[in-house]
T-cell receptor, first 114, second 113 residues
Framework: AQSVTQLGSHVSVSEGALVLLRCNYS??????LFWYVQYPNQGLQLLLK??????LVKGINGFEAEFKKSETSFHLTKPSAHMSDAAEYFC????????????FGTGTSLTVIP | DSGVTQTPKHLITATGQRVTLRCSPR?????VYWYQQSLDQGLQFLIQ???????AKGNILERFSAQQFPDLHSELNLSSLELGDSALYFC????????????FGQGTRLTVV
């Protein structure tokens, strides 16, 4: 079975500081991994995805994530936080042997302090 | 714009009633997923359809049902509504296999009064 764990339901950073949102996954087969962002009263928007190509994945809005198999992690980072980054972030995993269901983490709410 | 269309955007109804939420997936996507998002439960997977067939069930109540039609649009039917059913209901779609990710609609906000 697949699952993801997001450490920290709330993260606060200062504007211009590094953003680090943690995600650990569990999967019995090589997974596909995703990060989504949700702004208030909106749907989830795909930020980036890992599908077994490069382990460092670049996404939209300056975000990137690194797949580390040895640590079963897929942490999301951004070098410099912007006020517009304040949102809810979800990590998700899917795998071919589960009919490509998407398993989502519980989400991390990012606050950016001016 | 994700390409996934959900209607209506907002719905207010009374307890005990029945409602139908509609979803049109992205062009070419065969899989449709339904999720419920509430403050206390987070994002809950309800059900998945692939090319008209039910593929997976999550935490979907017996009062809820869904189907995917030949033109691939999907409907989620919620009946005997309770106050606790108030939530955001999202539809998502993906190609199969899902390595490209799922694309979400803007959601239907259901309020049961």
């Amino acid at each position: 079975a697949q699952s993801v764990t997001q450490l920290g339901s709330h993260v606060s950073v200062s504007e211009g500081a590094l953003v680090l949102l943690r995600c650990n996954y569990s999967s019995s087969v090589p997974p596909y991994l995703f990060w989504y962002v949700q702004y208030p009263n909106q749907g989830l928007q795909l930020l980036l995805k890992y599908t077994s190509a490069a382990t460092l994945v670049k996404g939209i809005n300056g975000f990137e994530a690194e797949f580390k198999k040895s640590e079963t992690s897929f942490h999301l980072t951004k070098p410099s936080a912007h006020m517009s980054d304040a949102a809810e972030y979800f990590c998700a995993v899917s795998a071919p042997n589960t009919g490509n269901q998407f398993y989502f983490g519980t989400g991390t709410s990012l606050t950016v302090i001016p | 714009d994700s390409g996934v269309t959900q209607t209506p955007k907002h719905l207010i109804t009374a307890t005990g009633q029945r409602v139908t939420l509609r979803c049109s997936p992205r062009s070419g996507d065969l899989s449709v997923y339904w999720y419920q998002q509430s403050l206390d439960q987070g994002l809950q997977f309800l059900i998945q359809y692939y090319n008209g067939e039910e593929r997976a069930k999550g935490n979907i109540l017996e009062r809820f049902s869904a189907q995917q039609f030949p033109d691939l649009h999907s409907e989620l039917n919620l009946s005997s509504l309770e106050l606790g059913d108030s939530a955001l209901y999202f539809c998502a779609s993906s190609v199969d296999p899902g390595q490209g990710g799922a694309f979400f609609g803007q959601g239907t906000r259901l309020t049961v009064v």
